[in-house]
């Protein structure tokens, strides 16, 4: 991170709580003025003085005090998706058993029913949240899960492709950290994801075994747009991969299976999820792994329909081959789009930092 990079000794996996601590320490040691438990009430921008008007209430317990802020600019850093995906489904009212979005999961133990050793499971999706929740449930002692699959979907071993995409840059024989930041990005994008189709076969290569493993026990993988793997499928919709931290093994062994359904969902019954073939799922609990919206919904969502109507969609590739909207001009005047991996954000936050001080020493319109 600037000015503060992290210990030699940090680890290659960092756990979340020692990555929180971390923030807390550098905000902390830099000075930085950092108000959490924070809502944004209203918005307006005026094009007249180049002005936010911000009112936000601080406080998440009475009495919250009220705010009003007046920024030149305004920098989205709310991650690299929006807003959850919820369908709904005929019937679903009438289910029996619990449904909710993976968004809302925390823990499988924490789910509210009773004996959770009967109860069966169907998670809806096979991205990284419909792993992670299934092999969850498992390890909670669910009677039965079930992962439903309408397509293919990318895997990518934690400890062995994933350490080849960074091979020879982020490790002890690599260059420099802020040194692997530029070169990881100094090719156009649309080239870089035309080299992933080597190194993804390399990979797959290196993964046969669990690669074989999946597809007799029924998973369907996809190995994206011309074979380009995981940094396509990042860029262009963040989503449509797992990273494989040992739910692959559990579907090898069938201790959770793997339904196909190319056309989706029909509707429930009371006791049973059914497919668009008309197959039935039994099932206690639904969990709708769907995955996330554009990062312009949060924004729509935190700063009102007048800010996002003027900002473009986030991620995905223009005609230029440029990404969307993240860490250039959104579309709407001094309104800033960051994210993705930390990586991407050491590099890119130089680049908006720049661009915002061009803006206000007149050497740009904005």
Avoid at 124 to 134: C, R
Avoid at 221 to 242: A, F, L, N, P
Avoid at 274 to 282: I, M
Wanted: a negative charge; glycine letters at 12%.
């Amino acid at each position: 991170m600037y000015g503060l990079p992290f210990p030699e000794s940090w680890p290659t996996f960092t756990p979340k709580d020692k990555l929180g601590d971390w923030f807390e320490a550098y905000a902390s040691l830099m000075e930085l003025n950092v108000w959490t438990s924070t809502t944004i009430k209203h918005t307006e921008y005026s094009d007249a003085t180049k002005t936010w008007t911000i009112d936000v209430l601080k406080g998440d317990a009475p009495p919250s005090t009220p705010r009003t802020l007046h920024p030149k600019h305004v920098v989205f850093c709310t991650g690299h998706a929006g807003e959850p995906k919820i369908p709904s489904f005929p019937g679903q009212a009438a289910f029996r058993g619990l449904v909710y979005h993976g968004s809302q999961h925390q823990d499988a133990t924490e789910t509210p029913v009773a004996d959770l050793g009967s109860k069966r499971v169907v998670v809806v999706g096979t991205g990284n949240s419909g792993h992670d929740i299934a092999q969850n449930y498992h390890e909670a002692g669910a009677a039965a899960v079930t992962m439903l699959q309408r397509s293919g979907t990318y895997v990518l071993q934690a400890d062995k492709g994933l350490f080849m995409l960074h091979e020879g840059m982020y490790d002890q024989d690599g260059p420099p950290t802020e040194d692997a930041d530029v070169y990881g990005q100094s090719l156009p994008i649309p080239v870089q994801f035309a080299l992933n189709v080597g190194l993804t076969e390399r990979i797959r290569e290196r993964e046969r075994e669990n690669v074989e493993g999946l597809t007799r026990a029924g998973f369907k993988i996809d190995y994206g747009h011309d074979g380009s793997g995981i940094y396509r499928k990042y860029v262009t919709r963040g989503g449509g991969y797992y990273i494989d931290v040992g739910g692959s093994q559990l579907i090898i062994n069938g201790k959770i299976k793997v339904v196909q359904s190319p056309d989706g969902i029909k509707g429930f019954e009371p006791d049973a999820l059914v497919l668009a073939d008309g197959r039935k799922l039994p099932a206690d609990i639904v969990v709708l792994a769907t995955g996330y919206d554009n990062m312009r919904t949060s924004l729509r969502k935190i700063m009102g329909d007048k800010v996002a109507d003027r900002a473009k969609d986030v991620w995905d590739l223009d005609e230029e081959g440029e990404v969307n909207a993240m860490w250039r001009p959104s579309g709407h005047p001094r309104l800033w789009f960051m994210g993705g991996s930390l990586a991407l954000c050491r590099l890119y936050s130089r680049q908006v930092a720049l661009q915002i001080k061009a803006i206000e020493e007149g050497l740009s319109d904005g």
